[in-house]
């Protein structure tokens, strides 16, 4: 059903990081752009359609005017919103917004960090993007941000802190369906697997909350109001959002899982893990009926490696690329 | 090494050290008995070290079984002191210690720790023999993964979707080929501070390194360790008879036949001429690797045994603030 194409290399190897791989796709300039974190270091490849260009670029985490500091990054996403796309980075010490090349950071919200190092980590991930304006990124503490962007410039205000989860967000997922029709257009997770809905706009309304049984959601996706959580415990579930109604549980893998993709035309589901495979789903969701299916349809295995990212690299799932631990590379399939 | 001020020390929240700094922290240890290494011997200890702490985390099964693999540890150490009551009770304590500190961490945040772990180990692939040979490394120098076997304790077999009616009853089940070849879990080691761990990973035979002894034949030998210092010779006399490789009671007038060699391309060797091949010829190469030899295992024990004995009890210097850790050490 897929196979395996050319390799793009990386100038160093991708760090053990939930969802460890964004893409984004450009349609009018041809080029698809890929970035994969290294410990204080985002690796962005520019790469175009036919594969004849590529061209790399390294950003670091730093606080704008302090020249030495370096944190650890935990999340590098690209996030597309109708009127631009940013590159967000979310690290130990704060959260950097960048213009999508990465040429120009447009914005840095520093976190609280306490003076000297206490019990629990204080860090930045999950991050999406939200209808047209909104970018939502998760705390270690728990809190969510919300932050205004506007079309263009550098005008990007914290708008407001969504406190709901007690745990560290794990990963932040918006609705990616294109249709307007549903009524939940946002989901959080946090490592104790809770889940949280929500509906965006001047105030986040709190839509469900999804009990978590003490078993970290890794990634999280919302596609046709259904939510799909990928768990440490290799599970992955699927539950309707706003009522939580839990549609179908998969014993998808056997460690825990690092990243979940979904293909919005086609339905296609991506899992991957530390189980070395990546698993490629179908997933046929009618709402009006309240039916929701998956099936199986493809395994890879990528050798002796512990994955951290999978992503389609378009709408239809016709390509993936994927990212594993102390792997240099972005390895990439197509169908067949 | 177990002291309370040096455990209350490496306890304290704290950033992860860099290599260099991590070195200097092991190469104290490693100096704390009468074992000397000279640079290039100690950076090669270095590499080792890391690469068995990375293949302890890499196939950790779930990220809270680093407390599992961290037990065995301690379980070892406590059979090496036994007959100490004075460092067995400081194991004893430092495990405490450990229990009253992790156990309360989420499996998220464990994983968390494992992956900050998992950064400073990266982009590491020294090639370790005894790794090598018994296949769980790849010439590649990296860890074999294995598609196969008891999955971890809490995880379901893969294979298998089952589909819910609103009102949470099993209405589909269907299967898809996992496409590794696994078995249900064997069960959950014990996290108390004595009990069957299950997990065998950081059991303590797997991972000393792979000894090559020479044994005493001929002249030769005399005239390779004339070179050295005679209290070096001396003391790897003892470390010798130690591990029982010297009849007891002989006393040999000449010079002592024994050269330890702990890595097969020692830059001693070398120098000391003869390309390999002779050297193998003129003495007899046994390889005593841990794994298999019990004996060998056993008698290096009791030596490690010995050697924790000689540790001076830890003055708490001041128990001022900012205590480094290095300067905790010191008084090692």
Redesign the interface.
């Known amino acids: 059903m897929f196979h395996k194409e050319k390799s793009i290399q990386l100038k ?2 991708a ?3 939930y969802n460890n791989l964004s893409v984004l796709r450009i349609a009018p300039r041809r080029l698809t752009y890929f970035t994969v974190v ?2 204080n270091v985002v690796n962005m490849v520019s790469t175009s359609w036919d594969g004849l260009n590529y061209s790399h670029r390294q950003l670091q985490s730093k606080e704008p005017n302090v020249a030495t500091s370096t944190s ?1 990054i935990m999340q590098a996403a690209f996030c597309a919103l109708p009127s631009r796309d940013l590159l967000v980075v979310s690290s130990q010490k704060g959260i950097q917004m960048y213009e999508s090349d990465g040429s120009i950071m447009v914005y840095w919200h520093a976190l609280d960090t306490p003076e ?4 629990h ?1 204080v860090f930045a991930r999950g991050i999406s993007a939200v209808s047209d304006n909104y970018i939502c990124v998760g705390v270690s503490s728990g809190a969510v941000l919300v932050f205004d962007v506007p079309s263009k410039g550098s005008n990007i205000t914290l708008s407001e802190v969504l406190e709901e989860h007690k ?2 967000i ?1 990963d932040i997922a918006s609705e990616c369906s294109g249709s307007q029709e549903f009524l939940a257009n946002l989901v959080t997770a ?3 697997g809770n889940m949280c809905v929500w509906k965006s706009g001047e105030e986040f309304q709190l839509l469900n909350k999804i009990p978590g049984l ?3 959601c ?1 990634s999280v996706k919302l596609w046709k109001g259904t939510v799909l959580a990928g768990y ?4 992955i579930r699927l539950y309707e959002a706003v ?1 939580g ?12 899982i690092y990243s979940l993709d979904i293909a919005p035309f086609s339905g296609l589901l991506l899992s991957a893990a530390e ?3 990546v698993r490629v789903w179908h997933l046929s969701i009618t709402p009006e009926t ?1 039916s ?5 349809l493809h ?1 890879e ?1 990528v ?4 994955i951290c990212g999978a992503k389609f690299c378009d709408g239809d799932g016709y390509a993936f690329a994927v990212t594993g ?2 792997l240099s590379e972005i390895i990439r399939y197509v169908q067949s | 090494m177990f002291s309370k001020s040096f455990m209350d020390e490496l306890l304290k929240p704290q950033q992860l050290y860099s290599h260099r700094t991590m070195k200097t922290v092991l190469t104290r240890l490693a100096h704390s008995s009468i074992m000397r290494l000279n640079p290039a011997s100690m950076d090669r200890l270095y590499e080792l070290m890391i690469m068995a702490f990375k293949y302890q985390v890499l196939l950790s099964p779930r990220p809270r079984d680093l407390l599992l693999i961290s037990y065995n540890h301690l379980d070892a150490a406590r059979a090496f002191v036994r007959d100490t009551p004075a460092v067995l009770n400081q194991v004893d304590e430092t495990h405490r210690k450990i229990i009253e500190v992790y156990s309360r961490l989420s499996d998220g945040e464990f994983q968390l720790l494992r992956q900050t772990l998992l950064t400073f180990l990266q982009d590491v692939h020294t090639r370790v023999s005894v790794f090598l040979k018994n296949q769980i490394q790849n010439p590649s120098g990296r860890f074999v993964l294995m598609t196969s076997g008891p999955v971890p304790a809490g995880v379901d077999v893969p294979g298998l979707i089952r589909t819910f009616d609103p009102r949470g009853r099993e209405v589909g089940r269907s299967e898809f080929p996992p496409g590794g070849t696994y078995s249900g879990s064997v069960g959950e080691g014990s996290f108390e501070l004595s009990g069957d761990r299950v997990l065998r990973l950081g059991q303590n035979l797997q991972f000393w390194f792979c000894l090559v002894l020479v044994e005493p034949c001929g002249p030769f030998s005399v005239l390779q360790l004339d070179r050295t210092n005679p209290l070096a010779k001396e003391e790897l006399n003892l470390l010798a008879r130690l591990m029982g490789c010297m009849k007891a009671g002989s006393v040999p007038a000449a010079a002592p036949r024994f050269r330890i060699s702990l890595f097969p391309s020692d830059p001693e060797e070398e120098e000391e001429g003869g390309a390999p091949a002779e050297q193998a010829a003129i003495f007899q190469v046994i390889n005593i690797q841990a794994v298999q030899d019990e004996e060998a295992a056993s008698a290096l024990a009791r030596i490690a045994g010995q050697f924790t004995d000689e540790e001076a009890e830890l003055e708490n210097p001041s128990g001022s603030k900012g205590d480094d850790l290095l300067a905790m050490m010191d008084d090692l």
Not at chain 1, 116 to 119: E, I, L, Y
Not at chain 1, 303 to 306: F, G, I, N
Request: glycine share 6%.
């Open positions: 160093n190897s760090s053990a990081l290294h410990a650890l000297a190092p206490t019990a980590a745990e560290a794990t946090d490592d104790g003490d078993m970290t890794s440490g415990t290799g599970q009522t109604i839990l549609h179908a549980e998969v014993n998808a893998h056997a460690r825990w189980d070395s495979f309240n929701v299916e998956i099936a199986h395994n295995c050798t002796d490696t512990q631990y102390d």
